[in-house]
């Protein structure tokens, strides 16, 4: 049986990093057959994941010796943390890994959004040539709203700042006398910063009080030429609220890395059909090929402190 297991993908060479000093079972099918993890589990020292695998009683039920949940990423509204601490499990997020990677990932898409002539490539080459739709705004002057201000969101106001924008925040969890506020408007509600932005992007975890954050009165809060980026988690946004904001022209567009069921499927998706002002994407905001080998290394390094390996 394996010491280690991964369930969701890992770069290769921190695989091989692990299956030095241990017998590891790499196979990133398993987070599809919950039955066959819980049957690796049974007697491994240590779990890795991504977001997908439900790390829940049930599976730990399984998971007789383990001592570690190494998480490939920051999120952890997949893994009961509760039950992990009950049974003495470590849980080991990948802090920072990937900051630099949402932190463009918003940048980019904020800069696509708001110059809007992205979209008319089907208009363009079908020689209807409209340039007057394509006129947008440029992201120099305009303010960026963060809400959490956090690692990534802090990582992206560094970038946005070089690029001559306002960064205004709105986080409950920072003293107010904290030095991140130093050269960042710091907003003492949810509603200013709405309000505050041309971009607003969520940066905050899934818990009981940030599902449904951003509603329908949440969303008439801000600019009726704002846009939305979410690369947090789905659940934070109430998708219908969104689209219908986006159907109206209450907001000029949104870009949506998570969703509230991942993944997306047919139906889940019908809602945005028909929409020219929405950017897609499948939770991968925070993986590129560079962030997925920082990653994998510092997920590998994590679980081998606990192991003592």
């Known amino acids: 049986m394996a010491d280690i297991v991964i369930s969701e993908f890992m770069d290769e060479d921190a695989v091989a990093t692990l299956a ?16 066959a993890l819980a049957r690796a589990v049974c007697d491994a020292k240590a779990l890795i994941v991504r977001n997908r695998t439900q790390v829940r009683e049930k599976l730990l039920a399984s998971a007789k010796v383990l001592k570690a949940v190494g998480r490939l990423g920051v999120g952890l509204d997949n893994i009961d943390l509760d039950a992990c601490a009950r ?25 696509i959004l708001l110059r809007g002539c992205y979209f008319g490539s089907a208009q363009v080459a079908a020689g209807r040539w409209p340039r007057q739709a394509m006129i947008g705004r440029e ?20 970038r946005a700042k070089a690029l001559g924008m306002k960064v205004a925040a709105y986080d409950p969890l920072l003293s107010k006398d904290a030095d991140v506020w130093r050269d960042v408007r710091r907003c003492a509600t949810l509603q200013e910063v709405l309000s505050a932005g041309e971009v607003v992007s969520v940066h ?25 980026i979410n690369t947090a988690r789905g659940g934070v946004v109430d998708e219908d609220a969104l689209v219908h904001a ?5 907001l000029q567009g949104a870009a949506m890395d998570v969703f509230e069921d991942e993944p997306l499927s047919v139906d889940g998706g019908k809602k945005y ?21 920082r990653v994998s290394a510092l997920t590998a390094e994590n679980v081998l402190r606990v192991l003592g390996g």
Do not use: C, W
């Open 20 to 35: 030095d000093g241990y017998e590891v079972l790499y196979d990133p099918h398993l987070v599809d057959d919950p039955d």
């Open 87 to 111: 049974r003495g499990i470590a849980v080991l997020p990948a802090k920072g890994a990937n900051d630099d990677a949402v932190a463009e990932y918003v940048i980019a898409t904020a800069m």
């Open 139 to 158: 992201i120099m002057g305009a303010t960026i709203g963060f809400i959490g201000f956090g690692g990534i969101a802090r990582a992206t106001a560094r």
């Open 204 to 228: 905050v975890p899934l818990n009981a009080q940030t599902r449904g954050l951003i509603d329908a009165p949440a969303l008439a809060l801000m600019k009726e030429d704002a846009v939305l």
């Open 246 to 250: 986006l159907k109206s022209g209450k």
């Open 273 to 293: 059909a028909g929409l020219d002002n929405i950017i897609l994407t499948a939770h991968i905001a925070g993986v590129t090929a560079q962030s997925n080998v």
